[in-house]
C-alpha cells in the first residue's frame, strides 16, 4: 500500500521570500511522484513529476522538486514565490496501478 | 481542446433527493476518474474506469452512490437518496491509457455539492 503525508497544512510566506512544502511518502514498490496545484474555484492542474532518470525535477514557472529515495521524500521549492503562487498543493504518489495516492494537500499563502 | 467538462458546477439540493452529476472527459482519453474532495477527508478517488468499464470502484462510499460510463464521452455519478454528508466538491478527472499509468490525469473544474 501506499501512503502520502504532507507535513504542512498552510504555509503562509511573503512575495519573493523561498519556500519549501514538504511530501513524505511510504510504498513497497518504486512509485512515481507528483505534485498537483488547484487555485481556487478550479480543478488540480499537474505542476511537476518525477518517473525516472534526474531526481531533480522542474516546473515550467520556477518551481522544483527532489526526489529522494534514501528519505522518501519529494519536497517542492521554489527560490522566489508571487502572489499568483496562492494556491492549495497536492503530493501524490502512483505505483504500477495509475491511481493517484493524494496528501492532505498545503494551501500556500502568499503575502504582499 | 475544451478540457474535461462537468455539470452543474453547483448543486444545491434536500436530503433525500437524487443528485445526479455529469462529465465529459477530454476526446481521446480512455480512463475517467472521479473524485471526492472535503476538508476531512482529502481528496478520495470514487471510481476509476477504463475503455467505459468500471475497473475499480473500491472508493465508492456505499450504494447510495453509482457511476455509470455509457460511451467514451460521457460519465454519470449518481447519488440516492442523498444526504448532509455527501457534501463536496466532485471533480471528473480523464487521461489517455499511457498517461494514466503514469499518474497524469487532467481534472475538470469540479461540482460542489450542497446537501441540506
Known amino acids: 500500500a501506499q501512503s502520502v503525508t504532507q507535513l504542512d497544512s498552510q504555509v503562509p510566506v511573503f512575495e519573493e521570500a523561498p519556500v519549501e512544502l514538504r511530501c513524505n511518502y511510504s510504498?513497497?514498490?518504486?512509485?512515481?511522484l507528483f505534485w498537483y496545484v488547484q487555485y481556487p474555484n478550479q480543478g488540480l492542474q499537474l505542476l511537476l513529476k518525477?518517473?525516472?532518470?534526474?531526481?531533480l525535477v522542474e516546473s515550467i514557472n520556477g518551481f522544483e522538486a527532489e526526489f529522494n529515495k534514501s528519505q522518501t521524500s519529494f519536497h517542492l521549492r521554489k527560490p522566489s514565490v508571487h502572489i499568483s503562487d496562492t494556491a492549495e498543493y497536492f503530493c501524490?504518489?502512483?505505483?504500477?496501478?495509475?491511481?493517484?495516492?493524494f496528501g492532505q494537500g498545503t494551501t500556500l499563502q502568499v503575502k504582499p | 481542446d475544451a478540457g474535461v467538462i462537468q455539470s452543474p458546477r453547483h448543486e444545491v439540493t434536500e436530503m433525500g433527493q437524487e443528485v445526479t452529476l455529469r462529465c465529459k472527459p477530454i476526446?481521446?482519453?480512455?480512463?475517467l476518474f472521479w473524485y471526492r474532495q472535503t476538508m476531512m477527508r482529502g481528496l478520495e478517488l470514487l471510481i476509476y474506469?477504463?475503455?467505459?468499464?468500471?475497473?475499480?470502484d473500491s472508493g465508492m462510499p456505499e450504494d447510495r452512490f453509482s457511476a455509470k460510463m455509457p460511451n467514451a464521452s460521457f460519465s454519470t455519478l449518481k447519488i440516492q437518496p442523498s444526504e448532509p454528508r455527501d457534501s463536496a466538491v466532485y471533480f471528473c478527472?480523464?487521461?489517455?491509457?499511457?498517461?494514466?499509468?503514469?499518474?497524469?490525469?487532467?481534472f475538470g473544474p469540479g461540482t460542489r455539492l450542497t446537501v441540506t
Open positions: 478527472a480523464s487521461s489517455p491509457d499511457w498517461l494514466a499509468y503514469y499518474g497524469e490525469q487532467y
Open positions: 510504498s513497497s514498490v518504486s512509485v512515481y
Open positions: 518525477y518517473l525516472s532518470g534526474s531526481t
Open positions: 501524490a504518489v502512483t505505483g504500477n496501478t495509475g491511481k493517484l495516492i
Open positions: 476526446s481521446g482519453h480512455n480512463s
Open positions: 474506469f477504463n475503455n467505459n468499464v468500471p475497473i475499480d
